[in-house]
């Protein structure tokens, strides 16, 4: 097994499951991936099948053993543009005592949809229609979306600290460049680092550094170009830290860092 197809087991160990999550996890490009890819099924080392790749020696989850009952959230809360529902309004094709309509002829979204309580990841405190949260997993990251009639549900507990757990548990395995925990309440965003709350993400990436174990300082990038230097002079920073044991980190949350970095971080870290 050669560097490549070692990266993309790693990959898929980590929960990779599908192309895109695997390019994103390993940074490698598609076609490296595709061969690999081919390569380690030919020998048996994954396994693809209709939730994706996963390892040879890893059984395929279990089909959802629960069942949805009274609760209707997903029908109320997601968005279904295929069928033009907004967010937070109930599908029109929703009827009490008879749900929906349309069941057999619904939506690809509708079919495929199966929240993370469903799937038995979450006690009942989780339950969308008392949470008043939907838990969805995607291959890179924990989608949250919130009830408006509750919009702070997800900071209460014991919400918020299972939602920080996640996100600590997802920069430990994947780390900072390629993982998310993700929530969507009414018109606002925000993505958890830990027990720090980022609020209104760009789409160009956040950058970060830890300042306890759960916590952390945040840049909030304007491009992708941006976005590499912050990750430069935050490389910077980890290397004084280890030469010199600490180093300042800068206070204002959209710096936006120019070279060379070395010489401004000594001089606020007073080791010149």
């Known amino acids: 097994m050669d560097q490549t197809e070692l990266q993309v087991v790693r990959a898929v160990e980590a929960g990779a499951t599908t192309m895109k999550g695997i390019v994103d996890a390993t940074g490698l490009s598609r076609l490296k991936v595709e061969r ?33 009952g009274t609760c209707n959230a997903c029908c109320d809360i997601l968005e279904v543009a295929a069928v033009d529902k ?6 029109k094709h929703w009827q009490n005592g008879t749900g929906c309509t349309i069941y057999d002829r619904r939506p690809q979204m509708c079919r495929s949809f199966v929240c993370a309580w469903l799937q038995g990841h979450l006690d009942d405190d989780w339950i969308p229609e008392k949470a008043g949260l939907i838990v969805h997993f995607s291959q890179d990251a924990v989608n949250v979306t919130v009830d408006d009639h509750c919009p ?15 996100s600590l548990n997802g ?18 965003r925000f993505m958890l680092l830990g027990r720090t709350i980022v609020p209104e993400p760009t789409l160009f990436g956040t950058a970060f550094l830890p300042l306890t174990p759960d916590t952390f300082r945040f840049w909030r990038a304007t491009s992708p170009e941006h976005l590499q230097r912050l990750h430069e002079r935050m490389a910077e920073i980890e290397r004084i830290r280890q030469e010199f044991g600490s180093c300042a980190i800068p206070e204002n949350e959209d710096d936006d860092p120019q070279a060379p970095y070395r010489p401004a971080l000594l001089r606020q870290s007073n080791h010149v």
């Not at 920069?171 to 606002?188: C, D, H, M, P, Q």
């Open 86 to 91: 907004p967010v937070n309004q109930l599908c």
């Open 152 to 166: 702070d549900r997800w900071r209460e507990e014991p919400y918020f600290s299972k939602l920080s757990e996640w």
């Open 36 to 68: 690999a890819l081919s390569t380690l099924e030919k020998q048996k080392f994954l396994i693809r099948d209709g939730q994706g790749f996963r390892p040879a020696n890893r059984r395929a989850p279990p089909s959802p053993s629960r069942q949805c």
């Open 171 to 188: 920069i430990k395995r994947i780390g900072n460049r390629g993982y998310a925990t993700l929530v969507v309440s009414g018109e606002n």
